[in-house]
């Protein structure tokens, strides 16, 4: 999946052998200069242009065109050389734009050898400057990154070539344009538009086996983009982007005011339904806001180690180690830093604004699917008639701005069963008490078994509980209370392992009659309906053989709409060994308080997840699982009277 970078963000290189394409909408000159560990450049022969395009693992054109294609080999580089910067400049004394704010914006991408994109960057808010440093490609840990710069000159390529090091740069800035002049570099046709997608442009763990990676869609979705990598590490895909229209087109956003961002509009994304849209509405901005955080967060690490390579560049000189020119040039090095990271600031709470303003018009729209327990559609709540396409398992926030929520939405049904867990992190604080954290993670799992029995339709979803020593009774009351629940919380040893052969035995009975066509030939007392087991207080009660079972249900369940939620403490399970390892890799960490444990699959951020929490005083649960209660009894109610006719 291509990454689209923008300013100061970086991305890994999977290959050392690639090709750096770039198209202007008009003749531009490329290059590419090698620079040390602080980025210098040290002579003319550290720079490829059109009169010397060849050095040591790097090739540029001839020509300035509209279109360039630069070669490089990342393993023929030097050892010494740390740093390859993408130069393009406008041309002088042959024509055309004298500035690149005159002409479209750049765009360059990073590509394999079979034209495979890895990283592209569109390169922006160019206004006067007729030089631009575009991006570089640099080690780091042995390994080698890109990283989008844009930083241009106004003072052309001579100033460039100066500011990387070269004292001569004038002078070699006149050469390239002399020889360009001469048409040693001639230009060649501008290529066709490249063809744009839809308005907003997607890219893609902590450890502990939690990566933030909801369920790839039936039709949209996610991943984002792809599926769990192994070994607990998850990828997921952004939701699919359709090239045809849907049949129903989204609304309108009402005109802005001039020189004022579009006003967003809940339902902008694109989709089949208003829930589909609002769906991948929400995970665009979930993406968005991930995007942004990332651009903030390597443009501030852009201008310190900038800062850093300039101090060092004084320091490094004895004739300027002190004085007032060495004073001199620490506080403009010091300024510089400071307006890179204001800009870099200016820019994040720009793009956090209009996110909010988003959320803010979003957020009233959802379903109650897709809503927290607070939001006003709950008290007009029905018993669907279909199952909806995601469900909200909490919502989520990154430190930039931890007020901007974006609502953590799963697909339906689960392919990940869960696990909530009952001990410390250590991340956020938590309560003294480790039964009120024990008692903290019965709640949430109980909100988020209510969310799940609230959106699928009457008989279509049973919840079945393992409590074997009874100690949630007080968080499984109203659950108990409703009548949702298929039987009563199972406890003992006994209960335990009658709950998890029935499970199993369900479990294989319908993969059996899935993998012979003979579906019809299932015991007609088999309960169809989907299955949410809830354990609770794990691993008490559990011998090794019900251990083997409940591993068997979280491998090969969800296939057959046997789900697995585990309310349980980690440390709990230890004399297990590493038995257990594969089973709390293959379940989603969620945690009853606070904490930044999941990780989206596009730069790492540690998003912190909040749970579904029910307003304190609020009778919105009790009130949905009464309906949902209340809809069940008459469906079972409604069959007994069929069977008894018949």
Known sequence: MTAELVRGQNHPLPQTRLEIRISAGNPIVSGATLGDERGTVHGDEWVAHPASPQLAGLEVPKQAAAAHRLAVDLDAVPEHIHRVTVLLALPTGVGGPARFGAMAAPFIAVTGLDGTEIASYTITDLDSESAVAALELYRRQGAWKVRAIGQGYAGGLAAML????????????????????????????????????????????????TDLAPTQPQNPSQQPSGTPAAGGSIDYQHPGRRTAAPPTPPPAAPPAAPGEPARPVAGDASGWSMDERLYNQVWGMFEDLARTAAAYRSAVDFAESRMEQELDRVLSDPRTRVGPAADSARAEARAKHTDLVEQARTALDRDLE??????????????????????????????????????????????????????????????????IDAG?????????????LRRLAADTAVAIAARMLAVYPAGEFAVRVIDPAGSAAGSLAPLVGAGVLAEPPAAGAQGVSAVLAALTQRVDLVQMAI?????DALPPDLDTAEQLLIVHDFPHGFDDRAVTQLRYLADEGPSVGVHLMMVADREDARAYGPVLDPLWRSLLRLTPVADDHLADPWVGHAWTYEPPTVPTGSGVLGQVLGEAGRAAQALKAARARESYGS
């Open 162 to 209: 100066q500011d990387q090091g070269l004292e001569q740069g004038a002078g070699l800035a006149a050469r390239i344009n002399e020889a360009v002049a001469r048409g040693m570099a001639r230009s060649v046709a501008q290529p066709p538009p490249r063809q744009e997608g839809d308005g907003r442009v997607r890219t893609a763990a902590p450890d502990g086996g």
């Open 354 to 419: 209009q996110l909010i303003a988003e959320a803010e018009v979003v957020e009233p729209a959802l379903p109650y699917a897709f809503a927290r327990w607070d939001s006003p559609v709950w008290q007009a709540y029905q018993v669907p008639m279909e199952v909806p396409m995601a469900l909200r398992l909490g919502d989520l926030h990154l430190p930039e701005r931890a007020d901007l929520h974006i609502p953590m939405l799963v697909r339906l049904p689960l392919e990940r069963g869960l696990w």
């Open 424 to 436: 410390r992190s250590g991340s956020f604080d938590e309560p003294a008490d480790s039964g009120e």
């Open 515 to 519: 993998r012979s066509g003979a579906t």
